[in-house]
């Protein structure tokens, strides 16, 4: 199951599982938009594509809550 980090590794900036606007890449590293789009879809970590992370809502996410552990060194 995807672990939905609630922030952006490169920047902190907060993205919760329920709102769009994130992506991943096959190791799970998560990017905002913003930082997707410099590192030119390309994650750093892996070289991986980053793609558009599917949002947890609902149900979904009250059973299966997202990761708390933020990714953000800084």
Same mark, same amino acid.
């Given at each position: 199951? /995807? #672990?939905?980090?609630?922030?952006?590794?490169?920047?902190? #900036?907060? /993205?919760?599982?329920?709102?769009?606007?994130?992506?991943?890449?096959?190791?799970?590293?998560?990017?905002?938009?913003?930082?997707?789009?410099?590192?030119?879809?390309?994650?750093?970590?892996?070289?991986?594509?980053?793609?558009?992370?599917?949002?947890?809502?609902?149900? #979904? /996410?009250?059973?299966?809550?997202?990761?708390?552990?933020?990714?953000?060194?800084?």
């Amino acid at each position: 199951m /995807l #672990a939905m980090h609630p922030d952006c590794a490169r920047c902190g #900036a907060d /993205l919760p599982a329920d709102a769009g606007g994130a992506f991943v890449c096959s190791l799970e590293c998560t990017f905002c938009a913003e930082c997707a789009d410099a590192l030119d879809e390309r994650c750093p970590n892996c070289g991986g594509e980053l793609l558009d992370r599917p949002t947890r809502t609902g149900k #979904a /996410l009250k059973d299966h809550p997202a990761s708390t552990r933020r990714q953000y060194p800084g």
